[in-house]
């Protein structure tokens, strides 16, 4: 029962240029989206969200994207830096608990 | 900044042994959850917890497991009797409010059951 995927384990990216993470949902109960970065030995770290009301939200590189008719989100990273490898988490939740995609290791290489 | 810690940072155990996790969660938040994730797997909700009382669980949060917050600070996740498939990284969080308040996570228990 996956309501959240993200079909790609890993994406690896060279400093200064783009990453793209993509996930996608079942559930049309979702509403309110997030994603989580990762680091080894650490907990799940909030990066940034967005309400299904929306359709882009940025946060300085981070910028997420929703488009809820084709139950699709991404997260872009623009320019990507070596800091940014991590696990990325795509979470989705219609209460208040967040179903968690298997997550995206992104590696940037300098 | 403030945030949530959780002890011990790895704990091994063997089959049918009772395992307390401790997590301390941030200090002026009211809502506390407890996740696992399975080496490889995907995060997963197990409890969450408020005003004393537990407000929502799933379905792998079954008899074995229960939660307490025995003081003012501390948030605990006891499994009774331990199995093999318990092992994972178990995950604390709080938040200050419901719904769309972030949910800040501690570092995690490694628990290895043997």
């Known amino acids: 029962d996956q309501q959240v995927k993200q079909n790609s384990p890993s994406l690896s990216v060279q400093e200064g240029r783009i990453s793209i993470l993509n996930c996608d949902y079942t559930?049309?109960?979702?509403?309110?989206f997030l994603w989580y970065k990762k680091y080894p030995a650490e907990g799940p770290t909030f990066l940034i969200s967005i309400s299904s009301i929306k359709d882009k939200n940025e946060d300085g590189r981070f910028t997420v994207f929703l488009n809820k008719s084709a139950k699709h989100l991404s997260l872009h990273i623009v320019p990507s830096q070596p800091g940014d490898s991590a696990v990325y988490f795509c979470a989705a939740q219609g209460s208040y608990i967040p179903t968690f995609g298997r997550g995206t290791s992104l590696i940037v290489h300098p | 900044e403030p945030e949530v810690t959780q002890t011990p940072s790895h704990q091994v155990t063997q089959m049918g042994q009772e395992v307390i996790l401790r997590c301390v969660p941030i200090s002026n938040h009211l809502y506390f959850y407890w996740y696992r994730q399975i080496l490889g797997q995907k995060v997963e909700f197990l409890v969450s917890f408020y005003n004393n009382e537990i407000s929502e669980k799933s379905e792998i949060f079954d008899d074995q497991f229960s939660v307490e917050r025995p003081d003012g600070s501390n948030f605990t996740l006891k499994i009774r009797s331990t199995k093999l498939e318990d092992s994972a990284m178990y995950f604390c969080?709080?938040?200050?409010?419901?719904?769309?308040?972030?949910?800040?996570f501690g570092p995690g228990t490694r628990l290895t059951v043997l």
């Open positions: 559930n049309s109960m979702f509403d309110y």
């Open positions: 969080a709080s938040s200050g409010e419901l719904g769309t308040d972030t949910q800040y």
